[in-house]
């Protein structure tokens, strides 16, 4: 019987690893998921970004996992190597410096409180939602955002964030050697 060829996808995992709360080491990930029959498993940073290959979806393995192993649901979004690849291309905001671009991942289609994210925004950010991400340019950082703050709020569903910088990071890996 042939195998079923080896798909990658990309796991962000939301909220682990900050403060000392939700911890999933990546490193002690990394053994579990390759029992689970994951391949070729790579993670960037210790903020949940996981690229791997499977021959089936693996949202839901992965969910049962990190529930079994570390205790908690961390919400958990998984994006085909193609979704992501055009989610990237996509970024109005690409052109800008990585640290001050962020793109928001949510698990389903926002449902958005326009004047709300409007009343929020300082006049130097931008945002765009298209899909399921909402592109952010926050030139003045993210650390005293009120837009950020609120972000999910205004959105009207959970998102979780990453850098241009980490961003570019993960489409790395999915390039071929």
């Given at each position: ?17 900050v ?66 690849e ?7 905001y690409?052109?800008?410096e ?16 326009l ?11 931008h ?15 993210i650390?005293?955002?009120?837009l ?30």
């Amino acid at each position: 019987m042939k195998e079923k060829p080896l798909n990658k996808y990309i796991i962000l995992l939301r909220a682990i690893n900050v403060g000392g709360k939700n911890l999933v080491p990546m490193k002690a990930l990394v053994p579990v998921l390759e029992q689970q029959g994951f391949k070729n498993i790579k993670t960037i940073l210790q903020t949940g970004n996981i690229v791997l290959e499977s021959a089936n979806h693996p949202l839901e393995d992965i969910k049962s996992l990190i529930s079994a192993h570390f205790g908690f649901m961390p919400e958990t979004l998984c994006l085909g190597c193609e979704e992501f690849e055009q989610i990237v291309a996509q970024n109005p905001y690409a052109e800008f410096e990585g640290k001050f671009v962020h793109l928001y991942f949510c698990n389903e289609r926002p449902k958005p409180d326009l004047q709300r994210l409007e009343e929020l925004a300082r006049e130097s950010e931008h945002y765009q939602i298209n899909g399921s991400i909402c592109y952010l340019h926050a030139p003045e950082g993210i650390g005293r955002s009120k837009l950020v703050a609120g972000l999910e709020k205004g959105l009207g569903v959970a998102a979780t964030g990453r850098n241009l910088n980490t961003v570019n990071k993960i489409a790395a890996l999915l390039k071929p050697l």
